[in-house]
């Protein structure tokens, strides 16, 4: 029998319907919650048989077996809470939440109730990610002492400051939401979270264009274009404009693992590049999609060398984000099926907005250091065990 999934946000992420509405393969979406009429009119048109909502209590309330959180990052928590005290199980996009204690409210609602908590973090499953953590547990480059990721933001000015994402109270920073992602790859190819950040940022190119304008009713398909360049040229920005558009951090990961992060949205590519050092070598990806290819030194040379192997980056099958959206949805309706363990983390999630949240409030204050404070031992241990008490 198909599993009955609702949707709560019917934006840009609700691409991933066409994963998980499958009509007598496994699942379908028998319910939309959105407060716009927009999004709704959309979601009748595409989903004519299902509820279209904008009560989120009508929602729940309709027998869905799980909900996918897809709203926009600061409702992720109060939602999220909401349908896991309602005992129905959660796909929240990533970030997990803006706030840290937010973050860490959603992780013990879950383990209070009892109810399956899954965190969209996609990245896990794409190509380019998946063969550097295998090449890493193969033992190819030793044991990992750096990780370093260089993030280019090639639309950075279309997708991110001209809507909310450009205004703190909804997003904290772009190091946090665009972030998050980056972090917990590193995490998951050093095998070690962050226990230490130090941060510096700024708004160096959108704070200064003065054209803004309220685009409310709008999405981004409705003004991407390749031609708005060169990034000073660009118009419409949202009203409040007040996160940085680059931005760097230090971190040291548990273990003494080193690692470092830089994002730049107003460069003209968009890919990400991941460099990880080992005792006994270092990979780096060149592309981050099919096409791209892994490198490998392990082998000592006298100046530069090209690489001692190359791996490609496999194709994906045709699914958004290289396929790992297809895969991400897959262990999500699993999980809700069936339980166990999933390849992303509720804990994780939560170590990597940890990271980005005090990253961005280093980067705000002088740059110094800060701790990330620890979650509790027997919390963390629920997670590991699949999100089943002892």
Same mark, same amino acid.
């Given at each position: 029998? /198909?599993?009955?999934?609702?949707?709560?946000?019917?934006?840009?992420?609700?691409?991933?319907?066409? !994963?998980?509405?499958?009509? !007598?393969?496994?699942? $379908?979406?028998?319910?939309?919650?959105?407060?716009?009429?927009?999004?709704?009119?959309?979601? $009748?048109?595409?989903?004519?048989?299902?509820?279209? %909502?904008? #009560?989120? /209590?009508?929602?729940?309330?309709?027998?869905?077996?799980?909900?996918?959180?897809?709203?926009?990052?600061?409702? *992720?928590? !109060?939602? #999220?809470?909401?349908?896991?005290?309602?005992?129905?199980?959660?796909?929240?996009?990533? +970030?997990?939440?803006?706030?840290?204690?937010?973050?860490?409210?959603?992780?013990?609602?879950?383990?209070?109730?009892?109810?399956?908590?899954?965190?969209?973090?996609?990245?896990?499953?794409? +190509?380019?990610?998946?063969?550097?953590? $295998?090449?890493?547990?193969?033992?190819?480059?030793?044991?990992?002492?750096?990780?370093?990721?260089? *993030?280019?933001?090639?639309?950075?000015?279309?997708?991110?400051?001209?809507?909310?994402?450009?205004?703190?109270?909804? %997003?904290?920073?772009?190091?946090?939401?665009?972030?998050?992602?980056?972090?917990?790859?590193?995490?998951?190819?050093?095998?070690?979270?962050?226990?230490?950040?130090?941060?510096?940022?700024?708004?160096?190119?959108?704070?200064?264009?003065?054209?803004?304008?309220?685009?409310?009713?709008?999405?981004?398909?409705?003004?991407?274009?390749?031609?708005?360049?060169?990034?000073?040229?660009? /118009?419409?920005? *949202?009203?409040?404009?007040?996160?940085?558009?680059?931005?760097?951090?230090?971190?040291?990961?548990?273990?003494?693992?080193?690692? #470092?992060?830089?994002?730049? *949205?107003? %460069?003209?590519?968009?890919?990400?590049?991941? %460099?990880?050092?080992?005792?006994?070598?270092?990979?780096?990806?060149?592309?981050?999609?099919?096409?791209?290819?892994?490198?490998?030194?392990?082998?000592?040379?006298?100046?530069?060398?090209?690489?001692? !192997?190359?791996?490609?980056?496999?194709?994906?099958?045709?699914?958004?984000?290289?396929?790992?959206?297809?895969?991400?949805?897959?262990?999500?309706?699993?999980?809700?099926?069936?339980?166990?363990?999933?390849?992303?983390?509720?804990?994780?999630?939560?170590?990597?907005?940890?990271?980005?949240?005090?990253?961005?409030?280093?980067?705000?204050?002088?740059?110094?250091?800060?701790?990330?404070?620890?979650?509790?031992? /027997?919390?963390?241990?629920?997670?590991?065990?699949?999100?089943?008490?002892?």
């Amino acid at each position: 029998m /198909d599993l009955k999934i609702g949707i709560i946000g019917f934006g840009a992420r609700a691409s991933l319907r066409r !994963e998980v509405h499958r009509p !007598e393969e496994g699942s $379908r979406v028998t319910a939309v919650c959105d407060p716009a009429e927009r999004a709704r009119e959309d979601a $009748r048109r595409e989903l004519p048989d299902a509820l279209i %909502t904008d #009560s989120l /209590d009508e929602l729940l309330a309709s027998g869905v077996d799980a909900v996918m959180v897809l709203t926009p990052d600061h409702t *992720h928590a !109060e939602i #999220s809470i909401r349908a896991l005290e309602a005992g129905v199980p959660v796909f929240c996009e990533k +970030p997990l939440a803006i706030d840290l204690a937010d973050a860490d409210a959603m992780l013990e609602t879950a383990r209070r109730t009892g109810t399956r908590l899954y965190i969209g973090h996609n990245m896990r499953h794409m +190509p380019v990610v998946t063969l550097m953590r $295998r090449l890493i547990q193969e033992g190819r480059i030793g044991e990992v002492k750096a990780v370093w990721c260089r *993030h280019f933001v090639g639309h950075g000015g279309d997708y991110y400051f001209k809507d909310w994402h450009a205004d703190r109270t909804r %997003t904290t920073g772009l190091l946090l939401q665009k972030g998050a992602h980056d972090i917990d790859v590193i995490h998951w190819l050093a095998g070690a979270y962050t226990e230490q950040v130090a941060a510096m940022g700024e708004l160096s190119v959108y704070g200064g264009i003065d054209d803004r304008r309220d685009r409310t009713g709008e999405r981004m398909p409705d003004w991407f274009s390749l031609d708005n360049w060169p990034p000073t040229s660009l /118009d419409g920005l *949202h009203p409040t404009v007040d996160v940085e558009d680059i931005s760097m951090v230090n971190m040291r990961l548990a273990g003494g693992v080193m690692a #470092s992060y830089q994002q730049c *949205h107003f %460069t003209p590519d968009y890919w990400r590049n991941y %460099t990880v050092i080992g005792t006994e070598g270092r990979i780096e990806n060149i592309g981050d999609s099919s096409g791209g290819e892994v490198r490998l030194w392990n082998r000592r040379h006298r100046g530069y060398a090209e690489a001692d !192997e190359t791996f490609p980056i496999e194709s994906a099958p045709d699914a958004g984000h290289d396929g790992a959206d297809g895969l991400l949805v897959a262990e999500f309706l699993r999980f809700v099926r069936d339980g166990g363990l999933t390849e992303t983390s509720p804990v994780a999630a939560r170590e990597s907005v940890a990271a980005g949240i005090l990253a961005t409030q280093s980067l705000r204050a002088d740059g110094s250091a800060i701790d990330v404070p620890a979650l509790d031992e /027997d919390l963390v241990a629920y997670f590991a065990r699949g999100q089943v008490e002892a």
